[in-house]
């Protein structure tokens, strides 16, 4: 059997997608492509969409993994969510399952995944019984941060989301309060920051400040000192040691960056699609370099288009 898997999303010019399951393909002995399907949203990649779908409907797709700007749009077109999805209110994977498509969402497992890799102690915070919840504090309110709240609230953290934009951190509290319970919103600022931040034991950066071309850029603000016991992760990757990332360090704080969470929402995907266990550390070595050199900009990938 060949397989066929692709990702739908605008533009797609630097995905490392292709690259990340062509390794893990290869070290499955699997044949199969990864196809990038750059579809511009409007009428014209409706049609394309439907199209593509149309196409796993009928088994000639095997899976399709969703990105920005399609991750809600997609929904409609779709026979059914998982539970995850639907509570998330967002779909980075579609399966196929008895003819019908199947929306899930990876990108929470993911991030849940290898937050336990990196921060292996906040398996063991979450379990204290004997403690009030662990505080995490949530840089940004858009598409990766309701992943990233749905994951850690799910998972027993009292989960604080900081937005630049108030309105955006309250919608995104209120719209995932009924699957995952109290959140709460503050402005993504230094005076509200300083009355809150104090005991948290992770900050999440899920908001696209640092990422190239934009590597000065910083969510976290200027003058506020970093809650003294938090693991810093950042989501962003490219550059592989963000401004985030350097800063945190130098105040002797632990971080990571987010391509082991890259990785392992892949991982999932692919798993899930195959149903058979995905190599990781192969697919960490197809990246990693490409990742972390700023060269990254410049890649241009293998589409089998
Ligand atoms: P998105 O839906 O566009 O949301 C971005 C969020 O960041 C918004 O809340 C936005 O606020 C905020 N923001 C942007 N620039 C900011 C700045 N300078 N200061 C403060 N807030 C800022 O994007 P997304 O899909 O959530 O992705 C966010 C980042 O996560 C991207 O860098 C993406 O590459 C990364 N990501 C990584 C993984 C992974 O596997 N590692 C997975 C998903 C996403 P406004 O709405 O006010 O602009």
């Known amino acids: 059997m060949k397989y066929s898997f692709g990702l739908l999303g605008y533009p797609l010019l630097h995905s490392l997608s292709p690259r990340l399951h062509g390794a893990a393909l290869a070290d499955m002995h699997l044949q199969g492509e990864y196809r990038l399907y750059a579809i511009p949203p409007d009428a014209d990649g409706r049609q394309t969409m439907k199209r593509i779908l149309a196409e796993m409907r009928a088994g000639e797709v095997h899976g399709l993994n969703v990105t920005i700007p399609h991750k809600q749009t997609v929904i409609e077109f779709l026979d059914d969510l998982s539970p995850t999805a639907a509570a998330i209110g967002a779909v980075n994977t579609i399966l196929l399952d008895s ?19 990196v921060f292996p102690k906040s398996r063991e915070l979450t379990n204290d019984q004997q403690n009030t919840p662990p505080q995490a504090l949530v840089l940004g309110a858009g598409g990766a941060a309701r992943a990233v709240v749905y994951a850690l609230a799910q998972t027993g953290w009292k989960v604080m989301i900081a937005a630049r934009r108030p309105a955006q951190a309250e919608q995104l509290a209120a719209e995932l309060k009924p699957a995952v319970g109290e959140l709460w919103a503050v402005p993504l600022e230094d005076h509200a920051l300083r009355d809150y931040c104090t005991l948290a034991r992770l900050v999440v950066n899920a908001t696209s400040a640092g990422m190239l071309p934009d590597v000065e850029s910083c969510p976290w603000p200027t003058g506020l000192p970093f809650p003294p016991a938090a693991f810093v992760y950042d989501l962003v990757y490219k550059p592989a040691q963000t401004t985030l990332l350097r800063r945190a360090r130098a105040n002797g704080l632990q971080s990571a960056n ?42 241009s990938l293998q589409t089998n288009d």
């Open 258 to 299: 987010g391509l082991g969470m890259l990785i392992e929402q892949a991982a999932v995907a692919l798993e899930r699609w195959t149903g058979l266990p995905v190599p990781r550390q192969a697919m960490r070595r197809a990246v990693e370099g490409l990742a972390a050199s700023p060269a990254t900009q410049d890649i």
């Open 99 to 117: 003819g019908r498509l199947i929306g899930d969402n990876t990108d929470a497992p993911g991030f849940l995944a290898d937050l336990e890799q």
